[in-house]
């Protein structure tokens, strides 16, 4: 018996030795789907290393963190752009289907940006404040400061990295029904440069044409705007890490193109972008 | 002069005239203008109510898809071919559908879901799950669980779609019989640590095939039929090992108890428990596991994964009582006519019997690329570990048969004497034998998986048990999830 459960253990242990060797996938081009924040980062970023390494193809698509997070456990992506943490549901479907738990890469470092319209005379507004206005409380812009108009909501939609974010750390509670989503951050600053009485949130890197709000932790707080001296000292109360997430630890071309982006060329653009390097 | 004054008149009598025409015709156009602007205007209003018509259709719309966004359905099909090598069974190569499963959730609001998961497979409805789950909105930490789901157990709760072997092990099959209980729970998870600890209580008798003295299950609708309720218990941490993966350790305990359903009650040995309050009838099922998860990223994942689990699980008897009258029968002897009738009273009898077990598994899993995914499973589990492979069969607790008659006479008459018996006959018989139930099964199980994609795979099995009960099934399965 002793024999036989040798005999089954050492070929089981050839065979998948045998296995991983032979079917070592070898990639083609590398895909990236995810966050929409991170779209123009990752795009540039494609871009460039393209030019400077002719042989690479990198595609990269959009659809919130969530998507990208769903592609990557489905096999649709090999690298998945997020700009919030994986939830452990997430990894624990990940786990699941590759008995593996997935490989996090900081690649950037974001100010969760609040815009307002140029013309809106209100200048900062607390973590509560904003909270109470996302969630529907306030409704009024002269109950923070401005003038006797409603406040018209935009927001990002449910599979949106930055949803999941903003409504965590600053709604704390349900958006307000009323809020409007919109695909992009993008669509966003677009919304409200035409919208006297607008405001939402997005990635630092997309504010032409539209005012940002200063944000302070609390009332006694001073107010910080977001640039690279705010988000890298931890001072802007809304900052959070880009990330990028591999199935596995990356090898090849794809190590390559992560320790590209990370290096100071990488990094470079980061800040070109509009984002803050993380190196 | 003259031509110059005529020339003047002229101009004095034109420009007038041209100003009063220019003036005349700007007017037209001003007025031409102004209808312009009007049909401008209006045109421009019913496109505005035309926008705000199209506007509030996209609201309304947009609100129904909100609702339907609530509502997630998900499932599987699994459908099989079996081979059974030296086969007992009549027949020893079926395709069959092992699981069909629709799983509906509906979660109304932030933090509350509604879970439905019947099974289909052919010929029955089995309901799988059905919850109610209430998370808590703002730490986001506890979680409460009501009605039917599954015991907090890893082999348990991880799902039979993912599960990369075609069935669970045969101690978790054992001792959570169709996984899932009633009853309720507390799950504590906080988002920042990777702490996970789960309360449940239960019922206690889930799934459980506890036979009459007819051989039929008296637990076919899980209709709890004792007080006692059953405890659960788990506890799970992870530790992130850097870049190379992650180990996760943890442990569940079970505290339960379950009415004996006799008198008696054996120990594991097949021994009478004397230490048993017998007017108590309860017995236990008490034990606890101690799990590991092991994941390395080694040219994609590698997993190790394991429990041990070992305790006391107790299983009703019976006893049974049938009472059967004989018809009269008469017999003449002297002067005297005696007519007898007689009552048999059977009481037949099972003891309940609190058996030791243990049982563990191991798996080794390699996922390679995306697609391809080799599994192997080393299974073990001792139902009885007081009985010894060569006890089976001859470990047993026998009473014996006892009987006893007692004879009733009544008297009428003098000539002839008419004797009335109505005699009562009591059996009672009470053993219980050891048997396949006591038996040691060490089971491998190799699997190779092919994901076509994230919701087909195809799935080649081959379990081998290294017991006293040789049947080797090889497996060829393919699932379609959504």
């Not at chain 1, 590209?260 to 070109?272: D, H, N, P, R």
């Not at chain 2, 099974?119 to 059905?130: I, P, Q, R, S």
């Not at chain 2, 080799?374 to 607790?397: L, M």
Request: overall charge positive.
């Amino acid at each position: 018996m002793k024999k036989l459960k040798t005999k089954i253990g050492m070929a089981a242990i050839i065979m998948i030795a045998l296995l991983s060797f032979a079917f070592m996938p070898a990639p083609e081009k590398i895909t990236v789907k995810g966050s929409d924040t991170m779209v123009i980062l990752a795009q540039k970023w494609a871009e460039v290393y393209m030019k400077s390494h002719p042989g690479a193809v990198i595609q990269v698509t959009g659809g919130g963190s969530g998507t990208g997070i769903a592609a990557l456990i489905n096999g649709a992506t090999d690298i998945c752009n997020a700009s919030r943490s994986m939830k452990q549901s997430e990894m624990d479907k990940l786990k699941d289907r590759y008995a593996s738990l997935g490989v996090e890469i900081r690649c950037a470092k974001d100010g969760i940006t609040i815009f307002l319209h140029e013309s809106n005379p209100v200048k900062e507004l607390s973590l509560k404040q904003l909270s109470n206005i996302f969630s529907g409380k306030t409704s009024n812009w002269k109950e923070v400061g401005g003038p006797d108009q409603d406040i018209k909501l935009y927001g990002r939609e449910n599979s949106s990295g930055t949803y999941v974010f903003f409504k965590d750390h600053v709604v704390k509670a349900d958006y307000a029904a009323r809020c409007q989503t919109l695909p992009g951050t993008a669509a966003v600053v677009n919304a409200i440069s035409k919208d006297k009485f607008g405001i939402g949130y997005g990635g630092a890197a997309y504010a032409a044409g539209v005012k940002h709000c200063a944000v302070k932790k609390d009332d006694k707080s001073p107010a910080y705007i977001a640039d690279t001296e705010t988000v890298k000292s931890g001072q802007y109360p809304i900052a959070r890490y880009l990330y990028m997430y591999l199935r596995n630890r990356p090898t090849g071309e794809m190590k390559a193109y992560i320790d590209w982006i990370l290096s100071a060329e990488g990094q470079k653009l980061v800040a070109e972008v509009g984002y803050f390097p993380v190196r | 002069m003259k031509k110059v004054t005529k020339i003047l008149l002229i101009l004095v009598l034109i420009i007038p005239m041209l100003v009063l025409s220019t003036g005349i015709l700007a007017q037209v156009q001003v007025s031409d203008l102004k209808k312009e602007q009007d049909t401008l205007k209006e045109n421009v209003g019913t496109l505005r109510d035309k926008i705000s018509g199209v506007e509030e259709r996209i609201s309304n719309a947009e609100a129904d898809l909100a609702k339907l966004t609530k509502i997630k359905l998900s499932g599987y099909i699994q459908a099989q071919f079996l081979h059974y090598e030296a086969s007992s069974v009549s027949s020893d190569n079926i395709f069959m559908l092992r699981r069909v499963r629709v799983k509906f959730q509906y979660a109304p609001t932030d933090g509350v879901a509604f879970v439905l998961q019947p099974d289909f497979t052919f010929g029955k409805f089995v309901l799988k799950d059905a919850y109610v789950q209430l998370n808590d909105r703002w730490l986001k930490t506890f979680s409460l669980w009501a009605g039917r789901f599954n015991r907090p157990a890893y082999e348990v709760e991880y799902s039979s779609s993912s599960r990369e072997v075609p069935e669970r092990s045969r101690v978790i099959r054992a001792i959570y019989p169709d996984e899932r209980a009633i009853g309720a729970k507390l799950e504590i998870a906080p988002p920042s640590v990777p702490l996970k600890i789960q309360l449940a209580l239960f019922n206690g008798n889930d799934g459980l095939t506890i036979p009459d003295a007819s051989g039929n299950n008296i637990n076919p609708e899980n209709n709890d039929f004792d007080n006692h309720k059953d405890f659960m218990g788990r506890v799970t941490y992870t530790f992130k090992l850097g870049q190379i993966g992650a180990l996760g350790i943890g442990a569940h305990g079970y505290y339960g108890k379950i009415k004996a359903n006799t008198m008696d009650v054996l120990n594991a040995d097949y021994t009478y428990n004397k230490a048993v309050d017998n007017t108590g009838k309860l017995i236990r099922k008490n034990w606890v596991g101690f799990e590991g998860q092991l994941y390395f990223d080694f040219l994609g994942g590698l997993a190790l994964k394991g429990e041990y689990i070992f305790g006391v699980n107790g299983t009703p008897g019976y006893s049974a009582k049938a009472s059967v009258v004989s018809p009269m029968t008469s017999a003449l002897k002297n002067d005297t006519l005696t007519l007898t009738t007689l009552t048999t009273n059977t009481t037949n009898s099972r003891p309940a019997i609190e058996k030791s077990f243990s049982g563990y598994y191991i798996y080794l899993i390699k996922n390679i690329g995306k697609r391809h995914q080799v599994a192997v499973r080393y299974d073990y589990y001792d139902p009885n570990t007081k009985v010894a492979s060569d006890q089976i069969g001859i470990a047993k607790w026998d009473a014996g048969v006892k009987t006893v008659t007692t004879n009733n006479f009544t008297y009428v008459g003098t000539d002839p004497v008419i004797a009335t018996n109505t005699p009562t006959k009591t059996i009672v018989s009470n053993s219980l034998k050891s048997g396949a139930g006591d038996i040691k099964y060490q089971t491998i199980t190799l699997a190779y998986s092919y994901y076509f994609d994230d919701n087909i795979k195809i799935m080649l099995a081959y379990e081998i048990p290294m017991n006293l009960i040789k049947q080797n099934i090889l497996t060829l399965r393919l699932q379609a999830k959504f």
